[in-house]
């Protein structure tokens, strides 16, 4: 059974940290998606199973993305966080064509 459960978003000060967490079982994750309020759901960073890395222009710099292959979790480390990141962050695996994804987490920014 595929599963993937985010967790880590909350609301932070601009200029603030948060780090996501993805656990997978049945899966290996490979990206974080987001999606705002009234828009498409983006790309924000993926990772390969041999570490490779790709982030969107716009995270580039501030946040990164890793692989925990013995718990088989992703993480998503973003520091200088800005309002425009406010958004639900996703999980996303993909095997045969298919595409999975977890619930999302919130992530806030706001003062």
């Known amino acids: 059974q595929v599963q993937l459960v985010e967790s880590g978003g909350g609301l932070v000060q601009p200029g603030g940290s948060l780090r996501l967490s993805c656990a997978a079982s049945?899966?290996?994750?490979v990206a974080w998606y987001r999606q705002a309020p009234g828009k498409q759901r983006e790309l924000v960073a993926s990772?390969?199973?041999?570490?490779?890395?790709n982030y969107t222009d716009s995270v580039q710099g501030r946040f990164t993305i890793s692989r925990d292959y013995g718990d088989n979790t992703i993480a998503l480390k973003m520091n200088n966080l800005k309002p425009d990141d406010t958004a639900v962050y996703y999980c996303?695996?993909?095997?045969?064509?298919?595409?999975?994804w977890g619930r999302g987490t919130q992530v806030t920014v706001s003062s």
């Open positions: 996303h695996a993909r095997r045969w064509g298919l595409d999975y």
């Open positions: 990772i390969t199973i041999e570490g490779r890395t």
């Open positions: 049945g899966i290996n994750a």
